[in-house]
């Protein structure tokens, strides 16, 4: 049987490494073209069938030759004024939405967006299975604690019970040992249970024992909630708009970065300006009540106040480009499942502990960054594992708090 | 502290070992008085009970049991349209220029969010060279200052602009139309298109009049050349100061020091540098510029024209020329720097501080007999630092007197305040029928006027500048006017009917003549400046040598017993247009170490003489008018005289300064027609018994009699000896003697990726204090005041230390007695070291303090508990403890307590809280910065790429900042050329090895015979 299952994968993986060689004959144009897509085309087009803000673009590059697209991407507001009728229909279509000119993608570029989106129908299960792949890894991880915890309680359950059980035998045996049978017989068992825990409750020994178990317990639960003092783990606030990153970032997946400009620049990521959501919305669900809230702020000329999910403390120092653009997480490393959630809430502790356990597991993203160089060389003659952020420095006061 | 040959001394008290100084000498935090001795609690903080204790531990649990129940709600707001050029967290930085009245730099300005938050020199402009005051450092302070005009104002009252530009304009219409005279009263103005929006101003009311004035004014040195002579110190070999304080104060410094420090850095690598300029200095208080001299030594007021005069006659003497028959003086040195004078012909210059046109004509002909026009001196390419005409002002006050002015608009100016017969134009003011003034306070001029038309300020507005003929540069806004105001450009363009009152228009507009479609606008915008070169000329000034003579001769005194007022310019305060700057307020002069005040600075002798005594007040009276200033005991001062410096005193400034020392312009006289900052009639000094005591930093941190803390040596010597003047301590071990740094109980540290360090070079430190207030603006420095600064409280991060010094040597008791005369000066500044055997690291009982893999000394102040242990045990005394939440407690009221003054804060560094050590972080925001750019490029960092705030602004470039482990680093390669030289470690003996060497100081003078010889008995 386990021959059976090894043959089984050995032919899986076969297969899966023909498929990807096929598939990676223009790995390069499409992974280049997904970059592109994902930032810039993501927020308004779907590369299914299924209209966003602009329409599908599923068979666009069968239903439109290639030196119209290049035109259109590079100016459509030109290829509409040229009275192209294919172009002004698709306008009127989309409530003469103005798509925005990317004057500055070459032809090669646009194939390889074009190369992307027929991938993506090409194969559309291969997708998910690649991006699954990372959770699945994480999920372990974390499960593996929780495991441990209900094992080790139901480890105590089972043994207070061998205990109890244990200690009555031991006080039967004791008892006919040392009663005649007519005696044992004569007292009821409750009123023997009620007598022996009359006996119990006057033993000192016992009394000591009790009280020191509760000031453990007490003193257990205070040091656990002193710990748990200014951790927000959960906090979902409710907002002032109900934005949905469900929708947003999980149905029409509209890259993190479209919005939250800052994340692969500066210290913080930032919450969109109101123009960002009037790329689409000036057009999409115009009508929907909380939209109109974006509407009316920017009438009122009134920022919107969104309420802050995560806190850090002013003492700590985080810079959201070293992590995102330098050390290459992913924003779900700390933000979890976003792409789920209909209200944000912190999934991460971020406590100090948190960061400095991240700190020590995590390898540094030295691969091609020529900082590193002389530090991964210097690690590698003196160590066999790989370079982890704490071998750098990653745990210094300094690095966060200044 | 004493020096293998030297004794050095910080002040009078500690050569004297005074009781008070024998009293805080060994006490590390020089607490204050306990709590009955003195009033105001707050600022005791030692005098907390076992009650207070519970109190407060009491709150503090059930604060923490609050906090667990529930997290405050935070808010996070973002733009609703942001501006493209805007990404939050992200500094842009903006090219732009510093202008305050004659005052110029060409700077960058960082802006977080839309808000400036530090000032930065621009290294494009050839004319400022990227070098910056601490007044233009502080400037971004100012901007934010709560008691500016939050708009525009009739009679003390809030008003609109339109109605107030109504009645100005029917006002001046009415004037004109009557013939009336009007008159715009204006400090130097740099901007060339501002004029022509004066000239369009004119056009419209012809009976206009501009006077300019300037508070420091430079008409004699004007009268003399015909124009404003570029200077160029760093041609010179041979530079002789007659009063003139050109590194502190006196017309462009820190465009001079950057210049002087050319020719004073000196390489011990083989073929390095070897010569120095030689640099004397006549003058009548110890000046900036004079500690930093080769050759010093003083005359008295009285004798300034002579001395100039005796000057030329010894160079006229070498070079046959006819001398002037002037009575002799005698000055120490003069001789000797006439001698080096003509010896280094053509790269020779003389300045002169004073202000008679009389003699600056002497010292024309002078600079004329040496060859200095053409080389050192250009009258081709003149500034317009000082364009003011000291004559056009007592007419216009005369005149307005007499009643003759019918309108009057000041521009910017503060007459009342800051010209001697300000008290007259006071008077005279209410006969004026139309006062305006674009002043952006309510200060003493402008709270007599009728209309306040407040201007923006620099950061808020569009301008330019003409600093020098032909270079130009831009002004132009950072951040929206945060008040009401108006750029008072726009103002007149308003009163004067232009079409548009859009200054921004005007300016681009005007300037396409400027640019002749050469250039383009845009880029001139981002780089700030706009150079078409200089056009040097070897023309010397017309000068009527006999006149001048004659002048000279009855003006001044050979010889004089009388006391006599000299006043100066401070070199952190200037003019006091500035002086509502806390970070101003609280920078110690470079000399006497005193801030928050002027003060009566007095020599040793004359101290003694008149039975004056330092911190005791004394009202000072001169020809009737007399102020109260305490009394500061000033070594190296010229005997007979007193000095009190302006910049004090102000009265409607704001907060910081009302009230603070007083005004000595009012004792500024008229000598041949320009103003002459000394006086010479009837000065008596007065004691009034009572104390006030001087803020003064000089003997806070005392060295403890540590060795070689400073160390120097002569050119000659090092010229033999490139190790001449190093101290090398040597231990006495088991195994015979060992060199203190081989030494050790530690392993020493391991850098494998960086290793920060900064070599400071004590030749071309001039004590100017610049990085001071850089590192101040940079890492949210508190501001703590007057009394916590005399708690020995001051938060400074970096300090420049300054000793005092004579060539008595060590055991000659009598010559240290009268070393006091006229002392040595060296500046040491000082921040922490980022020891690699920090003492501090080792006695942190909470690890609040550790060691990076970068070479930083860490300080976590979020696990600081405050013990201080540290700072005991700091060998350089840079650990501050912080006392109180200066950034929010009512009692700190230096501009921080409120939003508006919060805004200037560097929001990447913490603002630290209450009962936390702090100290030099070597600006470890800006490396980590600067590692994640590159990291982001994927490369190494470049060097220079990452600068600290106080390399960054040193004019001198006497700091250098960097990775020692990058080998091509500036830092790695002077290290190398040193290391076998000049650069040694502060306290070698204790063997912390600290990661900032300094360079020995080298005076180019001879050594005493004197001296040489005691030195020969000794080694006998």
Known sequence: MITMKRLKFVALTMLLGLFASVVSVNAQDVAEGEQIFKNNCAACHNTSAEPLVGPGLQGVSQRRPLDWIVKWVHNPQAVIASGDKYANELYNKFGKAQMTAYPNYSEAQIKSVLAYIDAQNAAPAAAPAAGGAAPAAAAPAESNGGMLQYILIALLGVMVLVLIALLSIVTTLTKLASLSPEEAAEVPLLERIAENAKKLAANSAFKTGAALLITLLIGKATIDAAYGVGIHQGYAPEQPIHFSHKLHAGNYQINCAYCHTGVYKGKGANVPSANICMNCHNVIKRESPEIQKIYKAIEKDEPIQWIRVHNLPDLAYFNHAQHTNVGGLECKNCHGEIEKMEVVQQRSTLTMGWCIDCHRKTDVNAKGNAYYDKLVEIHNSENKGPLKVANIGGLECSKCHY | ?1020
């Open chain 2, 1 to 1020: 502290m004493e020096n293998t040959t030297k004794r050095y001394w910080r002040g009078i008290e500690e050569l004297k070992n005074d009781a008070e100084f024998v009293k805080y000498a060994d006490r590390e935090f020089g607490d204050a008085p306990s709590a009955d001795e003195k009033e105001g609690a707050i600022f005791d903080g030692t005098g907390s009970h076992r009650r207070d204790f519970l109190k407060v531990l009491g709150f503090g649990m059930s604060a923490v049991a609050l906090a667990a129940c529930e997290a405050p709600v935070k808010n996070t707001i973002p733009y609703l349209n942001k501006p493209e050029d805007v990404e939050p967290t992200i500094a842009n930085w903006y090219a732009s220029t510093f202008v305050d009245g004659g005052e110029y730099a060409s700077v960058l300005v960082k802006t977080r969010e839309g808000r400036p938050i530090k000032i930065e020199g621009n290294k494009a402009s050839s004319v400022s060279q990227g070098t910056l005051s601490g007044r233009a450092q502080a400037s971004v302070l100012s901007l934010y200052d709560n008691e500016k005009l939050k708009g525009p104002q009739k009679g003390g009252q809030a008003a609109e602009w339109a109605t107030i530009d109504k009645e100005i304009v029917a006002g001046l219409a009415q004037v004109a139309s009557s013939g009336g005279q009007i008159r715009i009263v204006t400090n130097s103005i740099l901007s060339p298109s501002t004029k022509k929006v004066l000239g369009d101003f004119i056009a419209k009311y012809p009976t206009t009049k501009v006077v300019t004035y300037d508070a420091n004014s430079a008409a004699g040195l004007v009268a003399a050349n015909g124009v404003l002579p570029s200077f160029d110190f760093s041609k010179a070999k041979t530079i002789v100061s007659l009063g003139a304080d050109f590194l502190g104060s006196w017309i462009a410094p820190t465009e001079f020091a950057a210049q002087w420090a050319k020719t004073r850095r000196v390489s011990s690598a083989k073929d390095g540098n070897k010569e120095m300029s030689r640099h004397y200095q006549f003058e009548t208080i110890m000046s900036n510029t004079g500690a930093n001299a080769d050759y010093r030594s003083t005359y008295k007021p009285s004798q300034e024209g002579l001395v100039a005069a005796a000057l030329y006659n010894a160079v006229a003497a070498k070079v046959g020329a006819t001398a002037l028959s002037v009575a002799g003086v005698k000055v120490e040195y003069l001789e000797k720097a006439a001698a080096d004078l003509v010896a280094t012909k053509g790269a020779s210059i003389i300045v002169s501080g004073s202000n008679d046109p009389a003699v600056q004509s002497i010292v024309a002909a002078t600079n004329a007999l040496v060859g200095a026009y053409g080389t050192t001196i250009d009258l081709g390419t003149p500034v317009n630092y000082r364009q003011g005409s000291d004559a056009d002002m007592n007419a216009f006050i005369s005149e307005a007197k007499a009643g003759q002015i019918a309108a009057v608009i000041f521009y910017n100016a503060n007459p009342v305040y800051n010209h001697p017969r300000g008290a007259e134009l006071a008077e005279a003011l209410p006969k004026i029928g139309l006062t305006i003034a674009t002043n952006e306070k309510a200060d003493e001029t402008a709270s007599l006027v009728k209309y306040n038309t407040p201007d923006s300020h620099y950061l808020e507005s569009w301008n330019d500048a003409e600093p020098k003929k032909g270079f130009y540069s831009l002004t132009q806004p950072t951040i929206s006017t945060i008040f009401k105001t108006r750029q008072a450009q726009s103002s007149f363009l308003t009163w004067a009917g232009a079409a548009s009152a859009d200054y921004a228009a005007y300016l681009q507009a005007s300037w396409t003549g400027i640019l002749g479609g050469k250039v383009q606008w845009s880029q001139v915008l981002h780089d700030g400046v706009y150079e078409t070169g200089a056009s040097v000329s070897a023309a010397t000034p017309a000068v009527n040598l006999a006149d001048a003579a004659a002048v000279v001769a009855k003006t001044y005194k050979a010889s004089s017993e009388a006391l006599e007022l000299a006043i100066y310019e401070k070199v952190g305060m200037g003019t006091g247009s500035q002086a509502n700057n806390p970070w101003l307020q609280e920078l110690p002069e470079p000399i006497s170490k005193a801030c928050w005040t002027n003060y009566v600075a007095v020599s040793q002798k004359t101290a003694a003489d008149l039975k004056l005594e330092q911190d005791k007040e004394v009202e000072l009276t001169v020809a009737g008018k007399s102020i109260k200033l305490p009394v500061l005991v000033q070594p190296g001062q010229a005997n007979g005289t007193v000095a009190v410096s302006i910049g004090y005193g102000r009265t409607k400034a704001g907060k910081s300064a009302d009230g603070v020392g007083a005004n000595a312009y009012p004792f500024v006289t008229t000598v041949n027609g320009t103003l002459a900052f000394f006086n010479t009639a009837e000065v008596s000094v007065k004691a009034t018994g009572e104390e006030v005591k001087i803020a003064q930093t000089q003997t806070h941190n005392t060295v403890m009699a540590r060795e070689a803390v400073v160390q120097e040596t002569v050119l000659s010597e090092y010229k033999k000896n490139v190790e001449a003047g190093r101290f090398k301590p040597e231990i006495l071990t088991a195994e015979g003697k060992k060199t203190a740094t081989d030494i050790s109980l530690w392993n020493g540290h391991k850098y494998n990726n960086h290793a920060w360090g900064m070599v400071i070079d004590l030749n071309t430190c001039t004590g100017c204090s610049a990085c001071v207030v850089s590192c101040s603006a940079e890492n949210n420095v508190p501001v703590v005041g007057r009394q916590e600064v005399i708690n020995r409280r001051e938060m400074h991060w970096i300090r420049i230390d300054r000793y005092y010094s004579s060539d008595a040597s060590v055991e000659d008791l009598q010559g240290l007695e009268v070393a006091s005369e006229n002392p040595e000066v060296v500046f040491q500044p000082m921040l922490c070291q980022h020891c690699n055997n920090a003492p501090c690291e080792t006695v942190c009982p909470v690890l609040a303090t550790t060691h990076s893999t970068e070479g930083l000394n860490q300080m976590t102040y979020n696990r600081c508990i405050g013990t201080r242990y540290c700072a005991n045990n700091c060998p350089y005394k840079v650990r501050r403890f912080n006392w109180f939440r200066y950034y929010q407690t009512d009692e700190f009221d230096f501009h921080f307590n409120n939003d508006l003054g919060r805004m200037v804060l560097n929001p990447d560094v913490t603002v630290r809280s209450r009962g936390v050590m702090e100290k030099c972080s070597m600006c470890v925001q800006r490396i980590q910065a600067g590692k994640l750019e590159a990291k982001k490029e994927k490369r190494r960092p470049k060097d220079g790429e990452i600068q600290v705030a106080c390399a960054q602004s040193c004019p001198t470039n006497a700091i250098t900042f960097g990775d020692m482990n990058d080998p091509a680093s500036e830092i790695s390669q002077l290290l190398a050329a040193e290391k076998v030289g000049r650069a040694f470690g502060v306290i070698e003996e204790i063997n912390v090895k600290p990661s900032i060497s300094y360079l020995v100081k080298v005076r180019n003078k001879e050594r005493e015979a004197k001296k040489a010889e005691g030195e020969a008995k000794e080694h006998a």
